[in-house]
């Protein structure tokens, strides 16, 4: 059976996972991770890709980011994939792929999930053992939306300005709703709607989005709901 195309729209948020092959670590050191930051940074402004939120993990990373042209997500990421590859190989004396193949990721509904997929991609580093508070590990955006760094580059999307009148009060918020964590079912969810690559959203979402693209946004046949991973 032929692969499907990904799921890609314009102004619509999307959660992405990169993966080492056989789960090897794509970061060996600090270095290794200022380089990526350096092309996410680059790259996502020469396609017009806004970036909210990211982790880079030991042997994958994570964003959130919305296009804002056609096709500017894809060809972010195969620039950074190339770039950083040849970096890394250069580096630390190696060749041949370093990725799982291709980037995976899904589109989500905003009011739904988005901030729920911004709480899950900083709990990454607790959930794998390698932190016991969001706040500990330096390679994610949470110190920006918490006010103790400044990353320039990251977009802030409206529903974070929403969550407070000053920028103390929308840093509280979002540290709140860290400190608070998402329900397992929303983990499960946004795990597998990128993995799969099939919109993550209510029925009334996905049926609006299968008006845009003639590649199927759902598993379940146009316009029935998305069914989550269950408990």
């Known amino acids: 059976m032929a692969r499907l195309p990904r799921l890609t729209l314009t102004d619509h948020p999307h959660h992405v996972i990169l993966r080492g092959n056989n789960r090897q670590d794509i970061f060996r050191d600090a270095a290794d991770r200022q380089r990526m930051l350096g092309l996410l940074e680059t790259q996502a402004l020469a396609h017009q890709v806004e970036v909210h939120a990211y982790v880079l993990m030991s042997n994958h990373l994570h964003l959130l980011v919305t ?42 509904q905003t009011e739904r999930y988005f901030l729920a997929c911004m709480v899950y991609i ?30 320039a580059w990251l977009t802030p999307h409206p529903l974070y300005w929403s969550l407070g009148n000053t920028p103390f009060a929308r840093e509280l918020a979002y540290a709140q709703l860290v400190q608070a964590g998402i329900e397992q079912s929303q983990q499960h969810a946004l795990t597998s709607a990128t993995l799969s690559g099939w919109a993550l959203g209510e029925e009334s979402f996905v049926s609006g989005l299968q008006q845009l693209t003639p590649r ?3 598993k379940a046949a146009a316009g029935r709901p998305f069914s989550s991973v269950p408990n």
């Open 216 to 218: 199927r946004v759902s």
């Open 122 to 151: 900083d709990l990454n580093p607790v959930r794998a053992g390698m932190v016991t508070q969001a706040a500990d590990f330096p390679w994610s955006s949470h110190a920006h939306y918490t006010g103790t760094r400044q990353d």
């Open 67 to 108: 296009p804002r042209q056609d096709k500017g997500l894809p060809l972010m990421m195969q620039d950074v994939g190339r770039s950083y590859v040849r970096q890394f190989n250069q580096r630390h004396g190696r060749t041949g792929t370093l990725w799982e193949g291709r980037y995976r990721s899904t589109l989500i």
